[in-house]
């Protein structure tokens, strides 16, 4: 049985075990395990273990290349990753992270990161929302899903604590060179491993935030944690003041919504050039995401709804395709990312050849309601207030039985289950809109009385004049088939 010890060429990456122990240190208390007839052989040869070059080490037998089990057994899981870089070969070439933000751009966010948790009084934050990590490092993966964590110290540190299955991904895409190997251990849990880490740190006795706002921190590990630091630190629980930083957005984030702007527009062209009495629903998607995929764009962090007939009021995607009827209605809100940075839009389709006149009417009213909308997108106005002028606008038209307690969101950076990102526009809600926020006002009107569906939604950048709309759907009805 051979354990692999030291990982990939620019890192330094440790097992939980031995925290930030050195390599002269580590192979000391290894010597200490051994008996006197073992010996430790290194391979010279790199191989590639989960995509990333590591030196693979046999503890073996004195003479003898017979694996030493017992020890092993003794010594897992301390012996897993750790400190390689006096290990690999000195000509091993230095692999650049893939990163779509300049390192100014990384620094600055961490710069004011820190200067919010100075505020704080903190000595040190446990981050899991992926979204921030993202932001702050540049890690790109669905790994939270498990367990994913990043640590960042007031006084400048920062380190990843990644289970072993995102090393690779850790490689590829992240500017954080210190990384805290997560074991899958029945007897380590996530929180022993998160208290290694804020000792490797010095955090005993400091106050350390922490974010739980998040799909990246479930309650049971949350609980976990709290109990095993408590008397340990002052673990303080955080507003989500990462994501507030994440709202205004800068001009190569802008960038990337624009793009995926307009990779989206051009997408629901598709679907509407498409969509005629006997289309498959199934046909539909294809069609959407073979055009995302083409044009390198994400898969969106939730599945757009998109259906017809008995589904046409669903604004959740749903399970089971149709085929789409004379005299039918199709909404459709699609959306998709480019390098996470998501879009959206949303219209209902009136297929004929017969349409009814109910149906113009609402389509009149979400007219007029994203106009009044859209005149109050400006910076220093109130999410609330957008919400509360065209819920007057819906009703003023008669369809209060059908308007929803909200009108929109935020947008940016997103991963499943969900592109929504708080704050949302609804009422009282006293968040303020800023320059350079992006947001996604989808309104639609769903007449359960009658089972009739009528929506239009756009994305735009918030503005000092008008606001930069960056998704757009037409204002006339989009009717087919009539």
């Not at 984030?253 to 009495?277: C, Q, S, W």
């Not at 789409?324 to 809100?333: A, G, S």
């Not at 009385?449 to 009528?454: F, H, I, K, Y």
Request: hydrophobic share 40%; proline share 4%.
């Amino acid at each position: 049985m051979a354990e692999f010890l030291a990982v990939r060429a620019r890192r330094a990456v440790r097992t939980s075990g031995f925290g930030g122990t050195s390599t002269v240190k580590l192979t000391r208390r290894i010597r200490e395990k051994m008996t006197h007839n073992c010996r430790l052989i290194f391979h010279s040869n790199p191989v590639l273990i989960c995509g990333c070059p590591v030196r693979l080490g046999t503890f073996a037998l004195q003479n003898t290349r017979r694996p030493h089990s017992s020890l092993c057994h003794q010594l897992r899981p301390l012996i897993y990753l750790w400190d390689y870089n006096q290990m690999l070969d000195k000509n091993m070439q230095t692999k650049q992270p893939q990163i779509h933000f300049s390192q100014e751009e990384f620094d600055d966010r961490q710069r004011r990161t820190r200067i919010l948790m100075e505020d704080r009084d903190l000595d040190g934050l446990l981050l899991f929302k992926i979204e921030d990590i993202y932001w702050l490092t540049g890690f790109d993966s669905d790994g939270f899903v498990i367990f994913n964590s990043l640590f960042i110290g007031t006084e400048g540190s920062m380190t990843h604590l990644a289970r072993a299955a995102d090393l690779a991904n850790i490689e590829y895409s992240s500017i954080c060179t210190d990384v805290q190997v997560a074991l899958d251990d029945g007897e380590l849990s996530w929180a022993d491993q998160v208290k290694v880490l804020l000792d490797n740190k010095g955090m005993q006795g400091k106050r350390i935030g922490i974010q739980v706002d998040t799909i990246g921190l479930t309650p049971h590990n949350f609980l976990q944690i709290q109990a095993k630091l408590e008397q340990w630190c002052d673990l303080i629980v955080v507003d989500n003041f990462v994501q507030k930083l994440r709202l205004v957005k800068s001009e190569q984030e802008l960038v990337y919504h624009r793009k995926a702007g307009e990779i989206l527009d051009a997408g629901v062209n598709k679907l509407i050039e498409m969509t005629v009495p006997g289309v498959f629903e199934g046909d539909l998607y294809g069609a959407f995401y073979d055009h995302a995929f083409r044009s390198d764009a994400d898969l969106p962090a939730h599945i757009p709804p998109l259906g017809s007939g008995a589904s046409a009021l669903n604004v959740r995607y749903t399970t089971k395709r149709k085929y789409v009827t004379e005299n039918d209605q199709l909404t459709m809100e699609m959306g998709l990312a480019y390098r996470h940075y998501h879009a959206g839009s949303m219209c209902t389709v009136l297929i004929g050849p017969e349409i009814d006149d109910r149906h113009l009417g609402m389509h009149k009213a979400v007219v007029q309601g994203l106009a009044e909308v859209q005149t109050l997108l400006r910076p220093g106005t109130p999410m609330g207030h957008v919400y509360d002028a065209y819920r007057e606008v819906i009703v003023d038209h008669g369809y209060e039985r059908a308007v929803g307690n909200a009108c929109g969101y935020t947008m940016g950076a997103v991963w499943p289950p969900t592109w929504m990102e708080k704050p949302m526009f609804y009422t009282r809600n006293p968040t303020v809109l800023r320059e350079n926020m992006t947001v996604f006002n989808m309104l639609h009107l769903n007449d359960m009385e009658t089972g009739l569906m009528m929506s239009l939604g756009e994305q735009v950048i918030i503005r000092e004049g008008e606001p930069e709309v960056i998704t757009h759907v037409p204002r006339e009805p989009v009717i087919v088939g009539a």
